[in-house]
């Protein structure tokens, strides 16, 4: 949460809430402050501490940390929750149908599915309602929430025992429909019309026409496409839940009250706190620009508001109507075959493309009598250097990698450029994908008073560490954070320092006050405080009697400091660097670089030049390397925005992943 959000919060209470209002004692001195009260308050909701853990931060007890936690639920839900939980308005449910309709399911409004909050004191009586087997007590949460992460349905306080059926048995989720309260839509899917918004759910859900399931086991090619499609779709409750759990972890831990009504107010006043989140941060990490919704004007689908839905027929008969399930599933098949085939085939066919002009070139290449081998000593696919971009002479050397492969494929394959200017593609034979590992720690660090994000690999850790310098947006960027867990995936320990001590740029603000703002960060405090986070990891690697290097990377902004980093490293810590399209290196001090750099940017950038780092790459001297893509702009790789820079990122991806392998360990 930011911080103008939290103050804005504790502003609202401190006003409207008698409670909150700053109060005298006896004496006449002033009493708790009402920031005192909201941060015992969201400290607990955030860290699922107990009361009396707050005593040390804002010096007050364990009772009257309980009872803040109390009246700030209950105040969040009263002053927020009509704005925050609503019902989806006009306008709403226009901007999900357009954002559904971009991925290929018109109509759908979100996806819907169910959580277990595990209930510690549960009454032994009530343990048999809440438990399924020898399990804990749990409490069901029902929402709907769409692809930015906001939840729009909630239905909290089911039994544990229940599934996602009986649960959906009460919920009133389709009460607006069935009572003729919902707004009246149109929409076309494969050239048929349909007037009931769906949903996207999973296999246990019943064959009704608001749900839309997957296809279990597909054959034919549209099938598997659009199964793709759906449970790629469909993440998103689940992205949702994940990243509820991860802001409040109250709600991930066991519950420890023993009312139903305070956890009830707890678990709402989470959804809305989230939602506030979401809306404070939705277009720093959305897939769509809400430019583009509001300048089309032109829709394959209307909302109204309700009139006179009588002729309309019974509302539980048209939600559970199979008939209408099984239409609507077919044409959501055609029609996503239709719009995404094209792709597939273009992809496809560059990847043949591709991979026989690499072996006709092989083939081209081998001396006359010489055995023609694929594989080198690694056993990998040895490609010649791709084509090069047409720059100044200085530049003929550096490459550009554009192999056209599909993402899935990307997940096996790593790729590497060799002494002589080949790139080597690693093929993994290994069916299990070499990033999944969902045992990484992430952790708040605090070094000489400056904030910072540890994440640390427990299931293959390789005891190397990497310091992650991020963009203007600071390190509590989701951009940043989701990059740092990938790369703390295959096996580092990413350390993300604050380089702008609580005040990252925002893309809400002026672009006129963006060169004040960077005045306002000196150069040589953000060189110290780096310092102060490398030495910090030296140690800490030290007491666990590891004396591995350290690794430095960073795009963007930090992209441009890494060879700072490097350039005062006196002490040999770092034995390599990666600089994603770095803006204002400082060419001047690239001389006193001593580890080889691999610097990655996009011939469109215009905030990083690929002559400009060619010339600092030329300093460094030998073993530094500079590779350019061609057609991609600034920030590809930790904020993609097209397919074409989804699959350069993760070919970036790929090449950091060996360079770091090849220089740390």
């Known amino acids: 949460m930011n911080k103008p959000l939290f103050l804005r919060i504790v502003n609202r209470l401190a006003a409207e809430v008698p409670y909150f209002q700053p109060k005298k004692d006896a004496t006449f001195r002033n009493g708790i402050s009402p920031l005192q009260q909201c941060t015992a308050a969201i400290r607990q909701l955030a860290y699922g501490a107990a009361a009396d853990s707050v005593d040390e931060y804002v010096r007050i007890g364990e009772t009257t940390a309980r009872k803040c936690l109390e009246h700030f639920v209950v105040a969040i839900v009263d002053l927020f929750g009509t704005e925050y939980l609503r019902r989806p308005t006009t306008e709403d449910l226009e901007r999900l149908l357009f954002y559904g309709e971009k991925r290929g399911f018109p109509g759908m409004v979100g996806s819907i599915d169910c959580m277990h909050w595990k209930w510690k004191n549960c009454p032994t009586a009530w343990k048999g309602m809440y438990s399924r087997g020898t399990e804990k007590p749990t409490i069901v949460l029902e929402a709907v929430a769409s692809q930015d992460l906001w939840i729009w349905h909630a239905f909290f306080g089911a039994p544990g025992t229940s599934n996602d059926l009986n649960v959906l048995a009460q919920s009133p989720v389709f009460n607006d429909i069935i009572y003729g309260r919902a707004p009246q839509m149109n929409y076309y899917v494969n050239g048929r019309e349909y007037n009931l918004s769906y949903y996207l759910t999973d296999g246990i859900y019943p064959e009704w026409a608001t749900f839309v399931k997957s296809i279990q086991r597909p054959q034919h090619p549209k099938h598997r496409l659009f199964a793709e499609h759906q449970e790629g779709a469909r993440k998103d409750v689940e992205r949702a839940f994940g990243v509820l759990q991860s802001r409040f972890a109250m709600i991930k831990n066991p519950c420890r009250f023993l009312s139903k009504g305070k956890i009830a107010y707890i678990m709402r006043a989470c959804l809305i706190l989230h939602n506030m989140i979401v809306e404070d941060e939705r277009y720093s990490y959305t897939l769509y620009d809400k430019e583009e919704f509001e300048q089309d004007e032109i829709h394959t689908f209307s909302v109204e508001m309700p009139t006179n839905l009588e002729g309309l027929g019974d509302g539980h008969t048209r939600i559970r109507d199979r008939q209408a399930h099984h239409q609507l599933k077919e044409d959501l098949i055609e ?93 993994d034979d290994d069916d299990e994908e070499e990033e999944a590992c969902e045992l990484v720690n992430g952790t708040e660090v605090s070094v000489d008073g400056v904030e910072g994000y540890l994440l640390t690999a427990v299931k293959n850790n390789n005891g190397t560490g990497l310091l992650l310098l991020s963009d203007v947006f600071g390190f509590q960027d989701s951009a940043t954070r989701d990059f740092a867990y990938r790369v703390a995936c295959n096996g580092y320990n990413v350390l993300v320092p604050d380089l702008f001590r609580g005040d990252p740029w925002s893309k809400n603000r002026p672009k006129s006050e963006y060169e004040d703002w960077r005045r306002g960060h000196d150069p040589k405090r953000i060189r110290q405080d780096t310092t102060s986070f490398t030495k910090w990891m030296v140690e800490e690697f030290a007491a666990a009697g590891i004396s591995k290097k350290l690794g430095v990377m960073g795009f963007c902004f930090g992209g441009g400091r890494v060879v700072d980093v490097l350039a005062t490293d006196e002490n040999g810590y770092f034995s390599t660097g990666v600089s994603f399209y770095g803006t204002r290196i400082d060419s001047t001090v690239a001389g006193d670089v001593k580890v080889p750099v691999l610097f990655i940017a996009g011939d469109r950038d215009p905030l990083c030049e690929v002559k400009g780092l060619c010339e600092v790459e030329e300093k460094i001297g030998e073993g530094s390397k500079v590779v350019v893509y061609e057609g991609r702009g600034h920030g590809f790789v930790h904020r993609p925005e097209t397919p074409e820079d989804d699959r350069d990122a993760e070919e970036a991806f790929a090449l950091m992943r060996n360079w770091l392998h090849h220089h740390l360990i």
């Open 335 to 427: 029609n996503i075959w239709t719009t995404f085939e094209k792709l597939l085939d273009h992809i496809d066919s560059g990847k043949i493309h591709t991979m026989a002009a690499s072996l006709a070139s092989l083939s081209s290449l081998a001396k006359p009598g010489a055995p023609r081998s694929l594989f080198n000593h690694h056993g990998s696919h040895r490609l010649p250097p791709p084509r090069i971009i047409p720059l100044a002479s200085s530049t003929k050397k550096h490459i550009t990698t554009s192999f056209s492969l599909t993402q899935k494929s990307l997940k096996n394959i790593s790729a590497l450029e060799t002494s002589d200017g080949a790139v080597n593609v690693e093929v």
